[in-house]
């Protein structure tokens, strides 16, 4: 840090320039940096950016055969059309639903499962557990939903456990029911992901002063006084930009698992905005309406991060911005 | 020396470590069974696999399965197109990420914040899967290309901010006292910081080697019309829409009756997941121990 505005404090006040260097000299001064990010700022302006320009087509009655602007302007019909249709109203209940089931599942249990790792004394067991449970994350979707449809068959593992521990009388239809699809989802995702998600707060865990642990020993504190008033506060920081960061990302709250899985019987638990999207503008080729539900979503996700860092910095925590 | 057997007898006394050895391994069991569950399937007998019931261990063994799918010309095909995008995206991502996170890292240069907020931002502005398709399929016309799977997926702003985070922890004296010997920008990143990135550079092959083996989607939207250029995971996922087993055969009739004339048995399907996982299940508890420093360095500085 300090030797780095050294050098700029040196150029900037360099005998040979009276006045601070302008701009372009600096950097034609840097142009080997520029030369290593320029064209990648460029390549992200064309596959991040220049598509946000498609946006325009969600107020008009868009067909791709014709020239841009000679298409149809509509003002907001589009989006009045989406939220009188039950179906993107069901879409947009299911995002939400799917997304708070992950959201909970997905702190609950990696929390837990790196409380009970951190107790492991045995390196050797903990490093065995870490392994197997990491195992899902490296699976791809279509591989986990094809699993996930044996084991929740009719006649899969969990329900011969049901049967067998005598909870119910005849086979549930797990693939088959509409009510069962979110949970489904949300068990799916927990053993996928939860041993994953355990790395970052092991990794906070083990940044905690040792000494505070042997201090509140000596004051007589048990394993679960210890778990609770130091481990816990000792990764609230990271538990907090972690929030931040998901809530941005809540609307993302999968995609692939909902559209591999849903068959046509669950559709109307399982279609989510981006399904919705999917079918009505590459499906049903009606650009237009499937951008606009594109809009929305987009336009919730900001307003959901953006909620959610202001949160955190009235509640004077670390934050993302 | 006294406070240690103290907390010696009180380890006694708890049940606590015994309770949570005990929890631990139920919990790998059902991590594992699912996917031990699927191996069995895989090495059971087809027509005996259809009762249902097989559990950690094949009932009637039998190999066929895996002689029926290597039987099929399109799974070597697959194969190597999966094989190859994984290198050919995994190697652009690598260097590229290094050079960008090594040019954002160098606190002097002009257009670093510029450049790093446009990059942040990407992660939350997103313009959604449509206007993405169109620039893909019409302005770009990539569909029915095997560059589709490369061109829009070279760089990733997670990997550059956990490479820049990681760039960022070297010391300063590195480069300073390459730049008094009079060292380039492009000869400083060659020689002495993309070396020394090695470790997080691992992190980040593994985690876009993994999402490039593992998609599908691409294929799907853009190449489902053009056999040669299927991958392995859309090849599953094919299988897998093709296979009725008897819970969802109950329930979709239309499906179903649509889907009987090209049913595929639950163990080729079973055989086909080994598969296609193997490779990634197989490497990767090698990488762990990058992946998690990486992961932990990237998770300082989000």
């Known amino acids: ?321 | 020396m006294v406070h240690t057997t103290a907390r010696r007898k009180l380890r006694k006394r708890s049940m606590f470590p015994l309770v949570n050895t005990l929890a631990m391994i139920l919990l790998m069991f059902i991590t594992l069974y699912p996917v031990i569950n699927t191996i069995a399937i895989s090495l059971n007998d087809g027509t005996d696999a259809v009762r249902g019931g097989i559990g950690l261990w094949p009932r009637v063994f039998s190999t066929k399965s895996y002689e029926t799918i290597f039987v099929d010309e399109s799974i070597y095909n697959a194969f190597f197109i999966t094989i190859s995008r994984t290198i050919i995206q995994t190697l652009i991502n690598v260097v590229l990420t290094a050079m960008l996170s090594f040019a954002l890292s160098r606190r002097e240069y002009v257009l670093r914040k510029f450049i790093t907020m446009a990059f942040v931002l990407t992660m939350y502005v997103n313009a959604g899967l449509i206007p993405n398709y169109l620039l893909l399929q019409r302005t770009l016309g990539l569909s029915k290309s095997f560059w589709v799977y490369i061109i829009p997926t070279m760089l990733s702003c997670f990997n550059m901010i956990v490479t820049r985070t990681f760039i960022l922890g070297l010391p300063d004296a590195l480069v300073e006292s390459a730049r008094i010997d009079g060292a380039g920008d492009f000869y400083l990143f060659w020689k002495i910081i993309f070396p020394l990135c090695m470790p997080v550079l691992a992190t980040v092959a593994l985690f876009v080697a993994v999402g490039a083996w593992n998609s599908w989607f691409d294929t799907h939207l853009y190449n489902a019309g053009k056999v040669q250029l299927h991958t392995l995971q859309y090849l599953l996922k094919m299988k897998l829409a093709t296979t009725t087993n008897s819970a969802n055969a109950a329930m979709t009739s239309s499906d179903a009756a649509a889907s009987t004339t090209l049913t595929t048995p639950v163990t080729i399907r079973a055989a086909i997941t080994v598969v296609s996982a193997a490779p990634i299940v197989v490497i990767y508890p090698f990488l762990q121990r990058y992946f998690v420093v990486g992961l932990s360095v990237g998770s300082v500085k989000g």
Not at chain 1, 137 to 146: D, E, K, Q
Not at chain 1, 210 to 224: I, N, T, W
Not at chain 1, 231 to 249: A, E, R
């Open chain 1, 1 to 321: 840090m300090r030797t780095a505005k050294a050098t700029t404090a040196t150029v900037a006040n360099g005998p040979m320039l009276c006045r601070q260097p302008s701009f372009w000299r600096k950097l034609w001064q840097q142009r080997q940096l520029a030369l290593m990010s320029v064209p990648m700022l460029l390549y992200i302006l064309l596959f991040n950016y220049f598509p946000l320009w498609g946006w325009i087509t969600a107020f008009m009655n868009y067909k791709p055969s014709v020239p841009l602007f000679e298409n149809e302007w509509v003002g907001l019909k589009n989006f009045i059309w989406l939220f009188e249709k039950p179906e993107f109203i069901r879409a947009i209940r299911n995002t939400f639903a799917m997304a708070a089931i992950n959201l909970v599942f997905g702190f609950v249990f990696p929390i837990l499962l790196a409380l009970f790792l951190n107790e492991i004394r045995s390196t050797h067991f903990k490093r065995t557990v870490q392994t197997v449970t990491y195992l899902p994350h490296f699976l791809s979707w279509v591989i986990v939903v094809g699993i996930a449809q044996t084991i929740f068959a009719s006649d899969g593992a969990i329900n011969q456990l049901l049967l067998g521990l005598g909870i119910c009388k005849t086979p549930v239809f797990f693939l088959g029911e509409g009510k069962y699809f979110w949970w489904l989802v949300g068990a799916i995702n927990v053993w996928k992901e939860c041993g994953w998600n355990t790395i970052i707060y092991l990794a906070a865990m083990s940044a905690i002063d040792p000494a505070l642990y042997e201090a509140a020993e000596m004051d007589g504190a048990g394993r679960f006084t210890k778990m609770l008033h130091i481990t816990l506060p000792g990764i609230k920081s990271t538990f907090v930009v972690l929030l931040i960061m998901n809530i941005g990302h809540l609307m993302e709250a999968g995609f692939e698992i909902q559209y591999l899985m849903g068959q046509n019987v669950v559709m109307d638990w399982s279609q989510t905005i981006d399904i919705f999207a999917l079918k009505y503008g590459i499906t049903k080729g009606q650009y237009s309406r499937a951008i606009a539900a594109g809009i929305f979503k987009s336009l919730v996700s900001i307003a959901l991060m953006l909620g959610a860092n202001f949160t955190a910095k009235r509640m004077g925590e670390d934050t993302l911005l």
